[in-house]
C-alpha cells in the first residue's frame, strides 16, 4: 500500500494534528493508498489501522489548547502515556474546516443529503450523483500548509515527497469519498442494493456548497456586511470583482514557493486559532454555523410534458401580458402558460417551467380543431412519475380551472428532449388551417363595381369570385417582417405557401367568410390586408381584378380562428 516506514506515517499524522490539519488532508499530501480513493471513506479509526496496524489513537480533547498553532515547532510535541497510540486532531481543520473530518464526512453531510434525497420519488430514483464547490482559499490554504508541514517533518524521504508530488484532488476526492458514504448509509436503511452513484447517467444531482468564507468572518469576530440591503445589481458587481480577485490571488499564491512568500497569505486565509465552540465539531455555535458554512441542494433533471391545448376565449394570451409597472393581479397573468402551468408545477411540486408550442395564435385568436401542440420543460421536480389515473387527473385539474376558457388533453410525461426536437422538425412542414371572417371595401353585390373586363360574364360575381379562390393551389408568397412585430422579430422576406383558399359564404355585400390552408409561419392577417405592400400577392391583390376600383384594395380580417394544424407529437 505504501513504502513508507510506520514511524514517518506516524509523524505526518502528528506533526499535521499539531498544525491543526485533520488525518485525511494530512493523507491527501502524500497519496499513501496508491490512488484508492475509496480508503478514504473509512472512518478514522479505520484509517490509522490501515497505515499502522495495531497503534491506537489518542483522540484526548484538545480544542482548547491555545498553542495550536500553524506556526508551531518541533519543541510543541506532545508527551503520551502509551507509546503505542498516535495523537489526532479533535478540533476543526484548518485546511477543510472540518468537512473531510469524521463529523461532517459520516455525519452531517450524509444526513444532509438524506433530507434531500427523500424529498424526490425515491422509489423511482435508484441513481444519483454529486458535485462540490468551494472557494479558491482551500486550494491555498492546501498549497501553505504543504510547505509548513514540510518544515516540521525530520524525514529527508517525506520532505521530498512533499515538495515533489501534487496533493490528490480533494474537490474529487470528496465527493467521490461522501457519494460512497452516502451509498452505503442508503442501502443500509432503505434496503435498496440497486442504489448507487453514476455521474454519467443519474437524474438527481446532490449539489453541496461550502462557504468557508463565513466561518473565517465568524472566528475573527468582525462585522458582516448586510448584503440583503444591497441592490441586486450591487450584489453581482460585488460577486464578479470577488471571483476575479480569488482567481488572481490563487494563480499567485500557487507560484510562492518559500515559507517566507506565504507569509502574509498564512495569517490571512489561516486562522491563528480557531474559537473554543467553533473548535468543538459539536458544539451549539458550530451546528449553528452549518447553515452558513454548509448547503446541500438536490436538482433533478428535466422532464417534458406534453399535449395539446385548444383556446376557446378570444383575448386570451399565450403567455402573461404584464405591462411595466402595473400589478400582477389574476386579470393581468392569464393566460394558457399559467393555466396550465400553475397545476403542473403543483403536481411535480418543480421549481419553475419554460412554456414551448408549436407556434402561437394572437391574442384575439382562437385555438379550435384538435389543438395546438404543446411542451412544457419542468425544472428540478420532486414528483416525475405519474399513472394514467394521475394523469387524467391532471388534464380535469387544468380544464376545471380554466373555466372554459382552455381545454387540454392528450398529456404525456416524457424523460428526454425527443418531444421537444419532434416539435421543432415538424414546426417547418406543417400546415396549418384557418377559418376568418374578411370586410372588404369594394360592394361584392353591386354590380357597377364590377371590372369592365368581368361584366360580360352570366355569373354572378360572388360565383366567380369563389371559383377563382377555390382554383389557387400552392400559391407562393412573399411576405416582408410585418410592422406589428418588426420591434422583435428580424427584418426578412419569409417565402410562404398558401396551399387553398375557400370560401365558405358570403354573410353580406361586404364581408365573407374563408377558410385557408398555409404553410407553417405565415402571417394570416398579413396576408388578407396586405400590409401595406410588404405582403405580395395578398389576398386584395388577388381580387382586385374583379373590380373596377383600382388597388389597393382595402381588406381586413374581423375574426380569425386556427382551425387544425397538422402535426401530432
Same mark, same amino acid.
Given at each position: ?194 442504489? &448507487?452513484?453514476? @455521474? +454519467? /447517467? ?6 453541496? !456548497? ?7 468572518? =465568524? ?94 376565449? &378570444?383575448?386570451? @394570451? +399565450? /403567455? ?6 402595473? !400589478? ?7 393566460? =394558457? ?233
Amino acid at each position: 500500500m505504501t513504502s513508507l516506514p510506520e514511524a514517518d506515517i506516524k509523524q505526518i499524522i502528528e506533526k499535521a494534528g499539531q498544525l491543526g490539519c485533520c488525518l485525511r488532508c494530512a493523507l491527501c499530501y502524500l497519496d499513501l493508498f496508491k490512488m484508492n480513493i475509496a480508503m478514504y471513506s473509512k472512518t478514522e479509526a479505520e484509517l490509522v489501522e490501515a497505515l499502522l496496524g495495531n497503534v491506537k489513537m489518542d483522540c484526548s480533547d484538545d480544542h482548547h489548547r491555545t498553542s495550536d498553532t500553524v506556526h508551531a515547532t518541533s519543541s510543541d510535541e506532545c508527551k503520551y502515556k502509551d507509546e503505542a497510540s498516535v495523537k489526532l486532531l479533535t478540533g476543526r481543520c484548518k485546511i477543510c474546516f472540518g468537512a473531510f473530518q469524521d463529523e461532517y464526512l459520516h455525519q452531517r453531510l450524509p444526513l444532509q443529503m438524506e433530507k434531500v434525497y427523500n424529498e424526490y420519488d425515491t422509489q423511482f430514483l435508484n441513481e444519483f450523483h454529486v458535485s462540490l464547490s468551494y472557494s479558491p482559499h482551500f486550494q491555498m490554504r492546501e498549497h501553505c500548509f504543504k510547505f509548513l508541514l514540510s518544515r516540521q517533518v525530520t524525514s529527508q524521504k517525506v520532505q521530498q515527497l512533499l515538495q515533489s508530488q501534487p496533493p490528490l484532488d480533494r474537490k474529487r476526492l470528496l465527493k467521490t469519498t461522501v457519494s460512497d458514504i452516502f451509498e452505503k448509509m442508503m442501502r443500509r436503511k432503505i434496503g435498496n442494493d440497486s442504489l &448507487r452513484a453514476n @455521474p +454519467q /447517467s443519474a437524474p438527481l444531482l446532490i449539489e453541496i !456548497k461550502l462557504n468557508d468564507e463565513y466561518l473565517l468572518k =465568524v472566528n475573527s469576530e468582525k462585522e458582516q456586511i448586510e448584503d440583503d440591503k444591497m441592490s441586486p445589481m450591487k450584489k453581482k458587481r460585488k460577486k464578479n470583482k470577488n471571483d476575479r480577485a480569488n482567481n488572481v490571488n490563487l494563480q499567485m499564491v500557487l507560484k510562492m514557493n518559500t515559507l517566507d512568500q506565504l507569509e502574509n497569505v498564512i495569517q490571512t486565509e489561516i486562522p491563528d486559532c480557531w474559537r473554543s465552540d467553533l473548535s468543538d465539531l459539536n458544539s451549539a455555535a458550530s451546528i449553528g454555523c452549518d447553515k452558513e458554512f454548509l448547503s446541500v441542494t438536490g436538482l433533478h433533471s428535466v422532464i417534458y410534458i406534453s399535449g395539446y391545448y385548444r383556446k376557446l376565449e &378570444r383575448g386570451l @394570451p +399565450q /403567455s402573461p401580458w404584464v405591462m411595466r409597472g402595473s !400589478k400582477e393581479d389574476e386579470q393581468n397573468t392569464r393566460s =394558457v402558460d399559467t393555466y396550465i402551468g400553475e397545476p403542473v408545477m403543483k403536481y411535480t411540486l418543480a421549481d419553475s417551467y419554460k412554456f414551448d408550442s408549436s407556434g402561437r395564435e394572437d391574442k384575439n385568436v382562437r385555438m379550435l380543431g384538435n389543438g395546438r401542440p404543446f411542451v412544457f420543460a419542468v425544472h428540478n421536480p420532486r414528483r416525475c412519475h405519474f399513472s394514467t389515473e394521475q394523469v387524467q387527473e391532471i388534464e380535469n385539474t387544468i380544464n376545471t380551472k380554466a373555466n372554459g376558457s382552455i381545454q387540454v388533453h392528450t398529456i404525456q410525461i416524457h424523460f428526454d428532449n425527443t418531444v421537444c426536437q419532434k416539435m421543432k422538425a415538424g414546426a417547418e412542414e406543417k400546415k396549418k388551417n384557418y377559418r376568418c371572417v374578411v370586410w372588404c371595401e369594394a360592394d361584392m353585390m353591386k354590380e357597377d363595381s364590377i371590372s369592365p373586363s368581368n361584366q360580360d360574364f352570366a355569373e354572378p360575381l360572388q360565383q366567380r369570385m369563389t371559383s377563382f379562390l377555390e382554383s389557387i393551389k400552392d400559391l407562393e408568397i412573399g411576405q416582408k417582417t410585418p410592422l406589428r412585430v418588426l420591434h422583435r422579430r428580424a427584418l426578412h422576406i419569409r417565402k410562404k405557401i398558401i396551399h387553398s383558399i375557400k370560401c365558405v359564404e358570403f354573410l353580406n355585400a361586404h364581408t365573407l367568410v374563408l377558410d385557408l390552408s398555409t404553410s407553417a409561419g405565415t402571417y394570416v392577417k398579413e396576408f388578407i390586408n396586405g400590409d401595406f405592400g410588404r405582403t405580395e400577392p395578398s389576398f386584395g391583390t388577388l381580387l382586385s381584378q374583379f373590380f373596377a376600383k383600382p388597388t389597393p384594395f382595402n381588406a381586413q380580417i374581423l375574426q380569425l380562428d386556427v382551425m387544425d394544424i397538422e402535426m401530432a407529437l
